[in-house]
């Protein structure tokens, strides 16, 4: 007589992942907030089971102030990949940056320049270092947004001062009208009346606290919005 086994119900790696994004699903839809504390790389693989990423998608490259947006709670949906990490310089990002930059990637936005100032890096080879990434981006079809650098409260002992600031800005929009790059102005829209970094967008004078992170996550999502076709623009309903 044949032993009947009992069924029973295993989830292959594609049916668990469909599974988890369903679930993504709904809490990004009820519980949004509780989001940021999702892995990026777990959220964007999630993306990609969803076919968000199937026309495209913007890459975020920067330091710090974008690796830790929180991409889930911040973008949604949405078809963009952060390649950002904390203690990244611009004058070292060459090599890094042409590999973040995969099949797929229509426009990158560039946020570098701060950790530099910081280690007293001269202004001319943080802007070289931006506009040789902007030009190998752009020689492969790719979108460039090069971002002002945002201050901090404290000026650093001299090293981000207002003053440097500006001539590292001013440097940065020079090379966008240049080099037909885009730019996204974000000092005027973080620095209060003397210059340095709002104190209502941080909570230690130099990284962004929750709303700061959202001001600069919209004012990246706007711009890609402007530059890139509705269908990949879509704000982020992650707030």
């Not at 959220?43 to 975020?60: F, H, K, N, P």
């Not at 270092?129 to 190998?136: I, N, P, V, Y």
């Amino acid at each position: 007589m044949t032993q009947k086994t009992p069924l029973k119900f295993r989830m292959t790696g594609w049916t668990a992942m469909l599974a988890i994004t369903s679930l993504l699903l709904v809490a990004s839809l009820l519980l949004p907030k509780a989001l940021e504390a999702l892995p990026d790389k777990f959220w964007e693989t999630a993306c990609d089971t969803m076919g968000i990423y199937d026309q495209g998608y913007s890459v975020l490259f920067g330091d710090s102030l974008m690796a830790q947006l929180g991409m889930a709670a911040r973008f949604g949906w949405n078809p963009y990949k952060n390649r950002s990490k904390e203690g990244r310089l611009a004058t070292r990002s060459i090599e890094p940056f042409s590999q973040a930059l995969k099949n797929g990637t229509r426009l990158v936005v560039i946020l570098l320049g701060t950790n530099d100032l910081g280690l007293g890096k001269p202004v001319q080879d943080i802007a070289a270092a931006l506009e040789t990434m902007g030009q190998k981006a752009g020689a492969r079809g790719i979108e460039v947004v090069l971002c002002s650098v945002i201050p901090d409260r404290h000026g650093d002992k001299g090293k981000r001062s207002p003053e440097i600031l500006g001539i590292l800005n001013n440097r940065i929009k020079e090379i966008c009208r240049a080099r037909n790059f885009h730019v996204l102005d974000l000092y005027p829209l973080f620095a209060d009346t003397e210059g340095v970094l709002e104190k209502n967008y941080t909570s230690d004078g130099l990284h962004l606290n929750a709303t700061g992170k959202d001001k600069l996550a919209q004012s990246i999502i706007n711009t890609v919005k402007k530059l890139t076709r509705p269908a990949q623009a879509e704000p982020a309903g992650g707030h």
